[in-house]
């Protein structure tokens, strides 16, 4: 088979790989009343996003690259009927029912940092100080990022601000390629959030990247070590790396110059990621770090390594394990919860390696 239509036969499987449905329409017609006992939860998402904002008001971001960040708070409703796990996604002419689907209710923009600040700042000061950014993979839509970070609050039952990270991912199946690039792009501008974070009153900042998203986390940690303040001023908190789309060799060279974290970083691999399988194949059957076989090869670079092998995922793909495994997305926010030191940490993570056995 010629190259040319490997590399088109492997994009286009990779589809399943960190996406859901591709309306992404985040804002939809008018929305159906729904009585308060039909609605699960109601989440505030705070976002920073070097995307640049749609002509469709509908999308609000697309999938264009912005020079300077963007910043937003969307208000999400989940439904009643929600299942752990997964996304309750409106199908095409389906009504914008609240007590059925996954429903993003308001859109606030901030023209300005300090205004995205100062509100920012308030909600992190209501809900005790912790932060979540969440940094999504490829071929993602902005209204997939913003479910997905959703459903993991909700499910996670983690209870401080949830912070979206979204860089311009084109959110088409051959776009691979405009994703890394984007995705390399955006690692100042995820400094830059970081940063504010830090300066914010936050006192824990924890990080949980996707796919190819842990590439511009660890691009970005990398340099902030370079800068001399690798951990936020002492605020870092877990950093976790769910099925990380980066070669291993150099995913090895940014923890080498990062060097081992106070805090072991927590890495969720699993040998059956069909999607990581793909991209290993477009890159010279190089392997990926997110089904990377030798674990303890990776832990000497101060990680946790959790095999998630034996794990069941809902995605034909099993690339989305971290978030849509109902166990699995409750005991990763038992761990976010944790708050008194390395021995509740290590307990929690021990039994989430526990349920990968």
């Known amino acids: 088979m010629p190259l040319k239509k490997i590399v088109t036969v492997c994009l286009a499987l990779l589809v399943a790989g960190c996406a859901g449905p591709q309306t992404q329409e985040l804002l939809g017609s008018a929305i159906v009343a729904a009585p308060v006992t039909e609605i699960a939860g109601n989440h505030s998402i705070f976002i920073a996003t070097t995307r640049k904002k749609s002509d469709d008001p509908n999308k609000v971001f697309d999938g264009e690259r912005s020079a300077t960040l963007n910043y937003a708070r969307v208000n999400v409703t989940v439904p009643g009927v929600h299942t752990t796990g997964q996304i309750e996604r409106r199908s095409r002419g389906k009504s914008d029912d609240p007590a059925k689907y996954f429903m993003a209710s308001e859109v606030v923009g901030y023209d300005t940092q300090p205004k995205f600040s100062s509100a920012l700042n308030a909600d992190i000061s209501a809900r005790g100080g912790r932060v979540m950014v969440f940094v999504h993979g490829y071929n993602t839509g902005f209204d997939d990022a913003v479910y997905r970070l959703t459903q993991i609050v909700h499910d996670s ?34 400094e830059v959030t970081l940063r504010m974070l830090q300066q914010s009153g936050a006192r ?41 789309d980066i070669d291993v060799d150099v995913f090895k060279s940014q923890m080498r110059r990062y060097g081992k974290p106070d805090k072991p970083f927590i890495l969720l691999l699993s040998d059956d990621d069909r999607a990581l399988r793909l991209s290993g194949l477009i890159a010279g059957s190089r392997p990926r770090v997110g089904d990377y076989k030798d674990a303890a090869d990776l832990a000497s670079y101060g990680v946790t390594v959790v095999d998630l092998s034996k794990v069941k995922g809902s995605d034909s793909f099993n690339h989305t394990k971290f978030a849509d495994n109902p166990a699995l997305v409750k005991m990763i926010g038992q761990r976010l919860r944790e708050d008194d030191g390395f021995a509740s940490d290590r307990d929690v993570t021990d039994r989430i390696s526990l349920l990968a056995q």
């Open 157 to 190: 039952g983690y209870p401080g601000t949830p912070m979206l990270f979204s860089w311009a991912s084109g959110a088409k199946t051959t776009d691979y390629v405009y994703d890394k690039e984007s995705a390399s792009a955006a690692r100042d501008q995820l």
């Open 204 to 244: 824990r900042i924890d990080i949980v990247a996707h796919s190819m998203g842990t590439w511009v986390t660890m691009e970005t940690l990398r340099q902030m070590a370079i800068s001399g303040d690798r951990d936020l001023g002492g605020k870092l908190g877990d950093v976790v790396l769910a099925s990380p």
